[in-house]
């Protein structure tokens, strides 16, 4: 849906790996025409990596961070962004991300952080880690270290493991709570 600039809303979700997060953020394209974009999409497409390849990228994004590049990690998402059309992005994963992402669209930028517990997460990713040793190593690495702090910034906090029709009777409420912040 197009819609001029100023109205539109952005919202970014953040949680830790098997949360539900890609989910959710897909749910806001699939049912409300939210452009959807992934922080690891855009990283892979600027390093020129696979993107179903999680491990390089969580490698790549380690680089990024401690090479101070983060900051231009978050141009390239904010560039890539349709400005006549709701967004949603996935994947945030610093409070540099929360940052840009505020300062660039102020209060039509909201996050949400999903919160689920650990062993529901491996559940998740038993497609990729055949151990929970092996999740709570990838889950541990440094990339990873920072996003629990971004749930102090959350509009919202969301459990990744309510029912699909909670989820979407969630998200619906929530969209309509923040078109009204917007307006006024």
Known sequence: MSMPE???IV???A???GSGKTAIAQRFERDSGFQYLRYSQV???WHHVDPSDKSQLQ???EE???SGRQLELNRRVIDRLDPTRDAVIDGLRHPI???CLFTEFGARFSLIFVDTPPKARFERRRDRFSTFEQYREADSRPVEAHIDSLRSHAFVVLSGTM???NLMASLNDLILELRERIAI
Do not use: P
Request: no cysteine; hydrophobic share 40%.
């Open 11 to 13: 919202v970014g979700v």
């Open 163 to 165: 029912s699909d029709e």
């Open 59 to 61: 490698r790549i994004g």
């Open 97 to 99: 991300d929360f940052e």
């Open 6 to 8: 100023d109205s539109r």
């Open 15 to 17: 949680g830790r790996i």
């Open 43 to 45: 990283l892979a497409e």
């Open 64 to 66: 990024v961070m401690v």
